[in-house]
């Protein structure tokens, strides 16, 4: 069964930009569509971005729209998300999933403070 690691959160400061990354392993991540969650405590976990099997087909939410990208490279395995112009209110623990299945990573922090 695939499994999924993030990394790359971090503390930054607004206006910075940070890259996120989602690694498989187990199975081949090109069969999946890919999603990228957040959580900020006390609140429902949300859809920030997904992606296509084959990346073709992107969606965002509108709160990260022109400045997240979610992107793959599936000779890497790997799902991204570059988030730009980051906002304090983008402070949550990020999480990459894969879509309609219970595989979940097990979340990286990002913090947006100055």
């Known amino acids: 069964q695939v499994q999924l690691v993030e990394s790359g959160g971090g503390l930054v400061q607004p206006g910075g930009s940070l890259r996120l990354s989602c690694a498989a392993s187990?199975?081949?991540?090109?069969?999946?569509?890919i999603g990228w969650y957040r959580q900020i405590p006390g609140k429902q976990r949300e859809l920030v971005a997904d992606i296509s099997r084959g990346g073709g087909r992107t969606n965002y939410a509108d709160s990260v729209k022109g400045r997240f990208t979610i992107s793959r490279d599936n000779a890497k395995n790997t799902a991204y998300l570059q988030m730009n112009s980051l906002k304090p209110e983008d402070t949550a623990v990020y999480y990459c999933?894969?879509?309609?299945?219970?595989?979940w990573g097990q979340g990286t922090q990002v913090t947006v403070s100055s």
């Open positions: 187990g199975s081949d991540l090109r069969i999946y569509a």
């Open positions: 999933r894969v879509q309609q299945s219970s595989i």
